[in-house]
C-alpha cells in the first residue's frame, strides 16, 4: 500500500531531519572520550599530583602549616583533567554532529518532560539491553581489576598508609586499558543500532516520496543540478554523431572513439558517461547509426584512463584495432562507406 513507509529516506528527508536534531549519536561516546582525554591528561599530570599531594599529605600528619601555593597547583591539576575531559566530551559530539549546529534540538518538547513517557522509555527492549550491556561491561572490569587490588593493594595498605596513593595509581594503570577498549567497543555497537533505528524511523511511503518529489521541483539547486545535466547530456549527444563507434559496458559506461588517419594516427575519445550519460549516448548512437560495441573490459579501461580528447593509450591499441576492423568490416559487408 502506498501508506506503508516500505522505501528508504531521501537525501532531504536526511538532511531536514538533521536541521531539527534528529541525527545518529551514541551517548557512550561522550562518556568514553570524555575518560580517554582525562586519562591522557592524568598520565602527564598523576606523577607530579601524587608527589604534590604525598608531600601535602606528610605535612599535615606531622601537623605542619601545608603550603598553600603547592595546594593551589595540585587543585589546579586536577581542573585541568576535567577541562580536558569536557573537551573530550564536546569533541565527541562535534564528529557525530559533523560540526552542524541543529537549533531545532534546543526547542521545548513537553512530551520529554511527560513521567510516563519517561517511564515507558526506561522499560524499552532498548532499555534492557542497554543496562545488561553496563552490567557486562561492569563485570569485566570487575575481573580485570581483581587481581590488581588482591596483590597491589593489599601488600602496601598495612605497611605504609603513603603508599596507598602508588597503589591507586597502578590500579588505575591497570584499569584503563580494558576500559577503554570496552567503551569503544560498546560506542560503536551503539552509534551503529542508533544510525539503523534512526533509517528505520526516517523510512517513507510512496505518497511521502511523490510529495517530495514534486516540492523538489520548485527548490533552485534542484533545477540547476537539472540544468546542467541536460547541458552535459547534450553535449555527449552531440559528440556521438562524429563518433566511429561507441565501446559500451553495456548498459553503466560508454565511450564514443573517432578514428580518422588523416586525422591522427591513433583513435581519439570524443566524449565518454556514466549511467544517464551513456544511456543519452546509446539513444544518439542509434539515431546517428554509429556502431555500438559491447567491450566491457575495454570500456572500463578507456573511462578510467583516458580524458575527452585524448588518444587512446598503447595498451589499447590491440583491442581497439580488434574492435574498428570488425565495425569497418561489417560496414563493408552492409554495402556503407567506411
Same mark, same amino acid.
Given at each position: 500500500?502506498?501508506?506503508?513507509?516500505?522505501?528508504?529516506?531521501?537525501?532531504?528527508?536526511?538532511?531536514?531531519?538533521?536541521?531539527e536534531g534528529d541525527v545518529a549519536r551514541s551517548a557512550e561516546a561522550f562518556g568514553l572520550a570524555a575518560f580517554a582525554a582525562a586519562g591522557a591528561a592524568l598520565s602527564l599530570l598523576l606523577p607530579a599530583m601524587l608527589a604534590t599531594a604525598r608531600a601535602l599529605l606528610i605535612e599535615t600528619l606531622r601537623l605542619r602549616r601545608v603550603d598553600a601555593a603547592?595546594?593551589?597547583?595540585?587543585?589546579?591539576?586536577?581542573?585541568?583533567?576535567c577541562a580536558a575531559a569536557a573537551m573530550g566530551a564536546v569533541a565527541a559530539g562535534a564528529l557525530q554532529t559533523r560540526l552542524a549546529l541543529h537549533p531545532g534540538a534546543l526547542a521545548l518538547r513537553w512530551e520529554r518532560l511527560n513521567p510516563a513517557e519517561g517511564i515507558k522509555r526506561l522499560l524499552t527492549r532498548e532499555a534492557m539491553v542497554h543496562l545488561t550491556r553496563w552490567v557486562a $561491561? =561492569?563485570? +569485566? %572490569?570487575?575481573?580485570?581489576?581483581?587481581?590488581?587490588?588482591?596483590?597491589?593493594?593489599?601488600?602496601?595498605?598495612?605497611?605504609?598508609?603513603?603508599a596507598a596513593l602508588g597503589a591507586a595509581q597502578r590500579v588505575c594503570g591497570a584499569l584503563l586499558l580494558p576500559a577503554l577498549a570496552l567503551g569503544a567497543l560498546g560506542a560503536l555497537w551503539e552509534y551503529a543500532t542508533a544510525r539503523g533505528a534512526r533509517l528505520q524511523r526516517l523510512r517513507m511511503s510512496r505518497d511521502e516520496v511523490r510529495r517530495e518529489l514534486r516540492e523538489s521541483e520548485g527548490d533552485p539547486h534542484h533545477r540547476a543540478r537539472r540544468a546542467r545535466l541536460h547541458r552535459s547530456l547534450r553535449a555527449g549527444v552531440s559528440a556521438v554523431r562524429a563518433a566511429t563507434l561507441l565501446?559500451?559496458?553495456?548498459?553503466? $559506461? =560508454?565511450? +564514443? %572513439?573517432?578514428?580518422?588517419?588523416?586525422e591522427a594516427a591513433v583513435p581519439v575519445v570524443l566524449c565518454k558517461g556514466g549511467d544517464e550519460r551513456a544511456a543519452a549516448m546509446r539513444l544518439a548512437a542509434f539515431r546517428y547509426n554509429v556502431p555500438i560495441v559491447e567491450e566491457a573490459a575495454l570500456a572500463r579501461l578507456l573511462y578510467a584512463q583516458v580524458d575527452v580528447g585524448a588518444a587512446i593509450p598503447e595498451s589499447a591499441?590491440?583491442?581497439?584495432?580488434?574492435?574498428?576492423?570488425?565495425v569497418l568490416r561489417e560496414a563493408r559487408r552492409g554495402g556503407e562507406p567506411a
Open positions: 500500500m502506498s501508506g506503508e513507509r516500505e522505501l528508504e529516506p531521501t537525501q532531504r528527508r536526511l538532511e531536514r531531519a538533521a536541521a603547592a595546594a593551589i597547583v595540585l587543585v589546579l591539576e586536577g581542573c585541568s583533567v $561491561v =561492569a563485570a +569485566a %572490569l570487575a575481573l580485570c581489576g581483581l587481581e590488581a587490588l588482591r596483590t597491589t593493594v593489599g601488600a602496601t595498605w598495612g605497611d605504609d598508609p603513603l565501446v559500451v559496458n553495456p548498459t553503466h $559506461v =560508454a565511450v +564514443a %572513439l573517432r578514428y580518422d588517419p588523416v591499441f590491440t583491442a581497439v584495432a580488434v574492435v574498428i576492423a570488425a
